[in-house]
Each structure stands twice: as C-alpha cells, then as structure tokens.
C-alpha cells in the first residue's frame, strides 16, 4: 500500500457533509483530492473546495469536486495538504511544489488544518529539506544575497531550462541550511527581508498530522 495514500484516505474520513475544504497541492494531496471526489460520488456528500494551485484545482475539477474562487469563501472548515518535512515540535517545511503561498493563506484561514505525509517526512530537525523562499522577481538579486546572510546557500528553482514561475508570478528561491534550529526566529527574520513574498515554514500550524506507513497503516500525531 501506498503510504501517501494511506495518510490521505485516513485524513478524507476527517470531512463531513457541508464542509468547505481547502485542497493542498502534491503528490500526497493528489490521493486526497481523488479520496474526496470518491466520498461525494459514493455518499453523495455536498462540499465545497478551494485550491491552492492551479494543479490541484484542476485535478479537482476533472474529478467533479465543486470549487469556488476565493471572494466567496466565508470559512474554511477543514483543509488536507502535504508536507516536506514535519518535526517534533508540530513545525513543517512547504512549498516543495512551489505552493506555498497560497497554502499559507488557506491552512492559516482554516478551522482545522491536517497535515498527511509518509513516515519519510518526520524529522528531528528542520532543514535537510532546502527551504523554499517565494520572492519577487524584481531585483531577485539582491533579495537572495540578504537570503545568504542568513546563513544558506540559495538556489532560484529552474523548471528545466527556465526559471520556475509560481502561480502568483513569483520566483522560489531554494535555500540549504542542512539545520535550522529556531524554525520560528529564522521565520520572523526572512519576512523582514523586502521582496520575500512567504517562507515554507509552517511554525505549529498543523492541528492534526496523518503520518502514513509502507504497510498501509496510519497513526496521527
Ligand atoms: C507543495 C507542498 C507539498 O505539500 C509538499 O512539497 C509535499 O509534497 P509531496 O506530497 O509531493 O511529497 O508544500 O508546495
């Protein structure tokens, strides 16, 4: 069984009739966006979605799940999204798939954000996983060098020959720290920087963490 499966079948339980959900983005989120379009047409279920992709919501879309564009979102009930690393302290990195703006906005806007990854993700320290940096393209170049004071190697994310291009028509800057010990300082200090848009660290966002395991059986942190 398929751990990212596992994680995103046992989240999709977590959703009720009514609910507006907000779907994450990657390749964890996609079996939670298949789990939720099989639950409305098996049960009939009545939902809304919003996305945080354009990937996601049109996955979702084929597959029948109602989305509705932010202005008429009044409250998010419930939102399912992966993660790239998870540590003890309940602090994740995102963005992996250069999301993590609009994740942000949706979990942060969320009555209950749940988090489903595969055991490969917890970790006892942030940081072997290069944080992304969502920047403005404009002077790119000045905003990374500040990115290297603190203390990384920044890396712009290509899309194979050219740069990668957020939904938003931002840059993701990469940034190797191999360790970050205060995920919640170095937050604080890379949203002083002019021309960061949002950071992938979520410090003690999640509510709910489904951590999927390779024989198919889940626990939640
Ligand atoms: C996208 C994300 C993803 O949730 C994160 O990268 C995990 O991806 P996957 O489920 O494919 O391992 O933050 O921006």
Avoid at 78 to 98: F, P, Q, S, W, Y
Avoid at 118 to 135: A, N, R
Avoid at 138 to 153: N, P, V, Y
Wanted: hydrophobic share 45%.
């Amino acid at each position: 069984m398929n751990a990212k499966k596992a994680a995103a079948d046992k989240a999709v339980e977590l959703i009720q009739n009514g609910m507006t959900v907000g779907l994450g983005t990657g390749s964890t989120a996609y079996w939670a966006i298949h789990r939720i379009a099989e639950r409305i047409k098996e049960e009939g279920l009545q939902l809304k979605a919003v996305s945080s992709s354009k990937n996601s919501e049109e996955l979702a879309l084929q597959l029948g799940i109602p989305i509705i564009p932010f202005a008429e979102v009044e409250s998010i009930d419930m939102t399912i999204d992966g993660a790239d690393e998870v540590d003890r302290d309940n602090h994740l990195i995102k963005g992996g798939g250069g999301a993590l703006l609009r994740e942000k906005i949706i979990a942060s806007n969320s009555k209950r954000f749940v988090v489903i990854v595969d055991e490969s993700k917890l970790v006892k320290t942030l940081g072997k996983f290069p944080l992304p940096i969502e920047i403005v393209p404009f002077a790119a170049e000045l905003t990374i060098r500040r990115l290297e004071q603190l203390g990384c190697k920044p890396v712009i994310r290509k899309a194979e020959q050219s740069t990668f291009v957020t939904d938003n028509g931002n840059w993701i800057v990469d940034c190797h720290f191999d360790e970050i010990a205060s995920p919640g300082a170095l937050g604080d200090r890379i949203k002083t920087i002019p021309g960061v848009v949002e950071h992938g660290l979520f410090i003690q966002m999640a509510h709910t963490v489904v951590v999927g395991h390779a024989d198919g059986t889940t626990s939640v942190i």
